[in-house]
């Protein structure tokens, strides 16, 4: 709304007085405006503007951060047949509008859920099982150490085949699964939008896998995912793989990333959500005021409940004490009684500094985008690694100025999730680049030896009869012995 505009509103010569004048009440008003010509425009005029200067300051243009000198990328054109180099960072502005077009790259939140704390309550609490309705199909695979993980499969090798269908490969947040909604509406879009395959590792004790062995899950435990890929690599040979990660499965998929290094089988991959530092992470939990009393607290008694469903399994252990368990009200106390006594770290803090994967991002040699919110309430802004990106010509950092954590809600009557249009686009450039099978393109990313895969690759299958909000599993074939 520009001055001109006000000006117009105020003298009455503003098309808004013509349509008023055409109703009733408007007559009435136009009138008041001839008698009282100023208060009667500001009664018009304060609403508009308040709204305008709302949406103007809750609009979240993308800002993207990245290297000075980005990688070049290998662009091949079937119709050709040749194969030519492009930055990576124009590549993404030409294939991504959602990212970097100054038109398109822009995310409004709901009128109504412009607060971080509101975007990430809504994301929680809000049933979406009637949406983004997936029919996994799921195999379990067993550990070294005796432990169980599942991944599910979308679409069914029975609807789709073993072939060289590039595959997207999902890690969930903390005590999340498949059934979650961010997960079902990128395998949603991925799937039946796009025509590729997706599977969901879902870590051990979740997403109603059953725990056996006395060991769960942390932000820097990376050998369940390397067996995983591994699995899938063996399963689809010829497919390109790529990987997203949401909230601690992002920390972790970037923790695997920055070990794999140029080994990597992903062509690159998504940060969703990441808290990066989860030391700093920590201390922003202590310190908010919201965060100390209900998403600490939540967050922990998550884990506690997944614990304690399998509590039988830790009674013997040398360095749980179950009552410290039972005590526990936070995150970062069912952190020190558990999560560090299993991975055997010293102190609580030691666990998190060592597990952030911050101190992994310069080591990561495959295209990947992290995807922030500013005002998220638990991936706090301070812990964003900016120079870390900066600092790897791989790297694309995107934020927004809302979104909170794993929301970035908008739409009115019906909310939909904005970052998974980006997410989309950024994983299909990735494999569009170069869409020939793994054994036809000359930069293939290295496989891992027979003896790793054999080592790896024990699994089992079982049948998945509930439903868990709006994700369904059932078995399917042993691939092993098919």
Known sequence: MDMETVSQILMGSHPTWAFLNSTNTGSRLLLQHQEQPLITALIVLVPLVSVWLFRRYTISPVVITHNDKPVSIQVYDKGTGKSSSESLIDYIARTCPSLMDPKKAVFKPTLWMTSGHIQTAYAAYMDFASRYVIDY?????????????????????????????????????????????????????????????????????????????????????????????????????????MSVGFSLGSNILMNYMGEEGDQCEFLGAMSVGNPYDLMGTCYAMERGFLQKL????????????????????????????????????????????????????????????????????????????????????????????????????????????????????????????????????????????????????????????????????????RDMNGTDRGATTKPHRDLNNA
């Open 294 to 461: 209900i998403y600490s607290p939540t967050m922990g008694g998550n884990l506690k409940r997944i614990f304690f469903k399998h509590a039988k399994l830790f009674e013997n252990h040398p360095e749980i004490d179950l009552k410290q368990v039972e005590a526990a009200h936070s995150i970062r106390m069912f952190d020190d009684a558990v999560t560090r006594r299993i991975f055997k770290y010293r102190t609580v803090h030691e666990y998190y500094r060592m597990a952030s994967c911050s101190q992994r991002i310069l080591d990561i040699k495959r295209p990947f985008l992290c995807l922030t919110a500013l005002d998220d309430p638990v991936a706090v802004e301070e812990c964003c690694p900016y120079d870390e990106i900066k600092g790897n010509p791989y790297g694309i950092l995107a934020t927004t100025s809302h979104g909170g954590h794993l929301g970035w809600f908008q739409g009115f009557l019906t909310q939909e999730r904005w970052c998974t249009r980006p997410l989309a686009e950024f994983c299909i450039a990735m494999f569009e680049a170069d869409r020939r099978p793994v054994s036809q393109t000359p930069t293939k990313p290295a496989v891992g030896t027979q003896e790793q895969e054999d080592t790896n690759s024990s699994h089992m299958v």
């Open 137 to 241: 199909q799921r195999e379990l695979m067993k550990t070294p150490d005796g432990g169980t993980v599942s991944i599910d499969w979308f679409p069914s090798f029975e609807n789709k085949p073993v072939d060289d269908t590039p595959t997207l490969v999902l890690l969930h947040g903390l005590t999340g699964g498949s059934f979650e909604s961010y997960i079902r509406a990128l395998v949603e879009t991925m799937t039946k939008d796009h025509g590729y395959r997706c599977v969901v590792f879902n870590a051990r004790a979740c997403a109603n896998t059953e725990l056996t062995s006395a060991q769960l899950y942390c932000g820097s435990w990376t050998d369940d995912l390397r067996m995983v890929v591994k699995h899938i690599r063996k399963t689809l040979p010829e497919a390109k793989l």
